[in-house]
C-alpha cells in the first residue's frame, strides 16, 4: 500500500505500530510517501496486518498506525509484523512508539522521540534534539548536530557521533559496561553544542566525533 501527500513544508510523523521495522527518510522534496508492506508477503497474518494500517493526515500531521491486539502479542516472536517506509521533507519531526522491531530515521530529521519495547534504534543525521529508549537494544545517533540526545537501553550498546565542529556536553553512566569518551578537541569556536544524557544497564557506551561528510 503507498499512499502520498502533498507536504512543501516540514511536518510531523507519529508512528504507532506493535510489530514492525520502521524507516523514516527526510529529503529535499515537496511531498510524503508511505509504504505499507507485510514483513512476509507469504504470511496471512503480516498481509492483513498491513491491509488494517492506517495512514492518516491532517493539519501538518502524517499518522501511521496499526490496530493492537496485546491479549495476543507476545515478545518472543510470531506476531504479525509489517514493513513502514515513510518519505518526508528535510526538517519533519518524528515521533515513533513500536512495540518489536528496528526505527531507522535517515537523513536530516528535525526533533525525534522513539520508544521500541524490543529493537535498535538508528537516527543518522538529527539536525535537532533525540530521545531514544528501548528496553533491549542498541542505540546508534551518526552525526548530531545540535540539542539534547538522551539515549537509554537496558541491554544493548550506545553509540553517538557528534557532528565535526560541534561542542557537547556528556553525562553518561552503565551499570555493567564502559564508557568510552574519544570526542576531540574542538579547535574554533563551536556553533553549535550537543548536550548528551546516555544510560545504559547492560552494555557499552562510545561518544564520538562522526567522520566529515
Known amino acids: 500500500m503507498t499512499t502520498t501527500f502533498q507536504t512543501p513544508a516540514p511536518i510531523a510523523v507519529t508512528v504507532d505500530v506493535l ?9 529535499e522534496r515537496t511531498d510524503s510517501v508511505v509504504v505499507i508492506r ?6 496471512k497474518a503480516d498481509v492483513r496486518a498491513a491491509e488494517q494500517t492506517k495512514v492518516d493526515f491532517a493539519d501538518g500531521v502524517l499518522s501511521v498506525s496499526s490496530p493492537k491486539n496485546w491479549r495476543t502479542y ?5 506476531n504479525a509484523a509489517i514493513a513502514v517506509t515513510i518519505e518526508v521533507p528535510a526538517g519533519s519531526r518524528l515521533t515513533s512508539t513500536t512495540g518489536v ?13 522513539v520508544t521500541v ?15 531514544a529508549k528501548t528496553a533491549k537494544g542498541d542505540i546508534r545517533i551518526g552525526a548530531a548536530v545540535r540539542g539534547e540526545l538522551r ?11 557528534i557532528h565535526p565542529g560541534s561542542a557537547a556536553r556528556l553525562e553518561s553512566d552503565t551499570s555493567l559496561g564502559t564508557v568510552q569518551n574519544s570526542m576531540a578537541p574542538v ?14 544497564s547492560l552494555g557499552n557506551i562510545v561518544i564520538r566525533h562522526a567522520e566529515a561528510a
Open 19 to 27: 510489530a514492525a521495522d520502521v524507516t523514516v527518510i527526510a529529503s
Open 38 to 43: 507485510p514483513a512476509d508477503p507469504a504470511k
Open 74 to 78: 507476545t515478545p518472543f516472536g510470531g
Open 101 to 113: 522491531g528496528q526505527v531507522l530515521g535517515a537523513g536530516e530529521l528535525g526533533d525525534c522521540e
Open 117 to 131: 519495547s524490543l529493537g535498535d534504534i538508528v537516527v543518522e543525521r538529527p539536525q535537532g534534539s533525540v530521545t
Open 151 to 161: 539515549l537509554e537501553t537496558s541491554v544493548g550498546a550506545v553509540e553517538v557521533g
Open 187 to 200: 579547535g574554533a569556536e563551536p556553533v553549535d553544542t550537543v548536550r548528551v544524557f546516555a544510560r545504559n
